[in-house]
């Protein structure tokens, strides 16, 4: 049913007209989970360029390589590639290494400052992710893995697709 006056044409469907949101997840870090155990997760907010920001919506960031530094009491991503768009503005040099600050409160990094201090522990980025319009970066507080303890986690990896392909076959 037309309305007065406007053509039935000119009245566009709810669904054409809204934004689609974007995943929540940006990007993992599968890596870690094989080369640290976990002791404790944080998030913390991640400052980007506008550039990056239009990336992370794409799905460009890769965090395998990426690992976070304490500097003067501040949280620094080191090695996280966020590779820019062939869109990008001509006036801005989008640089894929760029050093990104994380955002967290002075108690927390405190605390996580006395833990990486300890011998063994570090921080690595996790996960990054949308909360809010807000790009934030879970990161954890880990234990490097000896090579037996990789090698067990393999075995148990291995151990749940054997099951796993058997239900599988079970239920056919």
């Not at 007065?4 to 989970?33: L, Y």
């Not at 522990?121 to 934030?136: C, D, E, F, H, Q």
Request: one cysteine or more.
């Amino acid at each position: 049913m037309a309305r007065a006056g406007i053509a039935p044409a000119a009245i566009a469907p709810a669904s054409m007209t809204q934004k689609k949101p974007s995943p929540a997840r940006i990007a993992d870090n599968k890596k870690a989970s094989y080369n640290y155990f976990f002791e404790e997760r944080f998030e913390a907010g991640v400052v980007l360029e506008g550039w990056e920001v239009k990336a992370a919506r794409a799905g460009k960031v890769q965090l395998t390589d990426g690992y976070v530094v304490i500097k003067d009491g501040e949280l620094f991503l080191i090695g996280c590639q966020i590779s820019p768009l062939r869109t990008a503005s001509t006036h801005v040099r989008p640089d894929a290494a760029r050093t990104k600050k994380l955002l967290m409160h002075k108690d927390e990094i405190r605390r996580l400052i006395g833990k990486v201090e300890q011998k063994g522990y570090t921080l690595v980025p996790i996960s990054m992710y949308w909360k809010a319009g807000r790009v934030k970066c879970e990161v954890a507080l880990a234990k490097g893995k000896a090579e037996h303890d990789k090698r067990d986690t393999i075995k148990d990896r291995e151990g749940k697709r054997e099951v796993e392909r058997a239900m599988k076959q079970r239920h056919r």
